[in-house]
């Protein structure tokens, strides 16, 4: 039997009305990802990587087009059942860490679990096992303030992982760390999803850190193509 997409993007189109003018930023653009899987989309600044990303993480609507998640259509979902989607199958890490300042680093990563309605100790020790696994488990008790970017950061993967999600989407996850720590980074999401059998997708300006996805493809004038590996 074949393997199942666990995520397909079908003829997305998305425009935006500038008084009479029409701004097309996505046009058709379609694929699929698979379990596991760890892609990069590449594409300079104002491209429309991250309209792209927020759609995938129906955070964001089609003006045209659909996107299905483990066999199920994002646009025939109501908004409790399309918030239930996204904390229970989708992670999201962001450029900003976006970490609760008031909230020591294991809080930060319980939250989608809270937020869900596990019992705060479960879900801060799963969420302190987490922090384990990408080198925290030292730090659990500090707040974002006594953290470095990288560490900062790290606590944002981990939360993005607590509730065992198909797919994680990043958003120029390392952009503002600089290059060893960034370099760091991607190679702690690679491992992770090889561990965890997460699919990432990762949308980056970085075609070095691209390179250690399984598959490359760069949105150009709204629409995405496959990327070919000598090209990078």
């Not at 189109?13 to 760890?38: A, C, I, P």
């Not at 020591?104 to 809270?114: C, G, I, K, Q, Y």
């Amino acid at each position: 039997m074949a393997e199942q997409a666990v995520l397909v993007c079908r003829d997305v189109t998305k425009t935006y009305h500038d008084g009479d003018v029409v701004v097309s930023v996505l046009n058709k653009v379609s694929f699929q990802l698979m379990r596991g899987e760890k892609v990069a989309i590449l594409g300079s600044s104002g491209s429309g990587k991250s309209t792209l990303l927020h759609i995938l993480g129906g955070l964001d609507l089609p003006t045209v087009g659909d996107i299905i998640i483990n066999g199920r259509s994002l646009s025939g979902l109501s908004s409790n059942a399309l918030a239930t989607l996204r904390n229970r199958e989708l992670g999201f890490i962001y450029q900003f860490h976006h970490l609760l300042a008031e909230f020591s680093a294991v809080e930060n990563a319980a939250m989608p679990l809270l937020i869900a309605g596990v019992e705060k100790k479960q879900a801060e020790a799963r969420a302190a096992d987490l922090l384990q696994k990408v080198g925290l488990g030292h730090r659990l008790s500090h707040q974002p303030a006594a953290l470095s970017g990288g560490e900062r950061q790290r606590v944002a993967i981990a939360r993005a992982l607590v509730n065992d999600p198909d797919i994680v989407l990043a958003d120029e996850p390392t952009g503002n760390l600089d290059k060893k720590t960034g370099d760091q980074i991607y190679q702690l999401l690679c491992e992770l999803s090889e561990q965890m059998g997460t699919s990432f997708i990762v949308v980056t300006h970085d075609t070095a850190l691209a390179g250690d996805m399984d598959r490359v493809m760069e949105l150009t004038d709204g629409q995405l193509a496959q990327r070919q590996r000598g090209t990078l």
